[in-house]
């Protein structure tokens, strides 16, 4: 993986970057996709399987794929779907990397038993 923009803080706090991401060795590369425009969400990774080709290049759950092999996505699963499964030994994606918000610090009560 590699970093293509520095980490930005969005307008509402969250923190991303943009990270070129390389898979090799062909299918299956151990992730599953969900949303894209037909249902009003943007493409995430909802799943990686352990020990996979994405895993070891370090996708995780909530990454957004904006890009894969070279084709900026219009945003449809349709599409990214195509793509991924058209890729044969290699699937270079741009993904957009989400950072958890940092929350203003607040009191958490803990009672231990």
Known sequence: SETIEEPTLGT??????????????????????????????????????????AASAQLQVGDEIVSINAVPLSGYRQEAICLVKSSYRTLAQIIIKFYLKIKPFSFLILTVF
Do not use: C, H, M, N
Request: aromatic fraction near 10%; avoid cysteine; glycine fraction near 16%.
């Open 12 to 53: 509402d706090g969250e923190k991303w970057e943009l990270v070129d991401v390389v898979l090799s060795g062909g299918a299956p590369w151990g992730f599953t996709l969900r949303g894209g425009l037909e249902y009003q969400e943007p493409l995430i990774i909802t799943k990686v399987e352990e020990g996979s080709r």
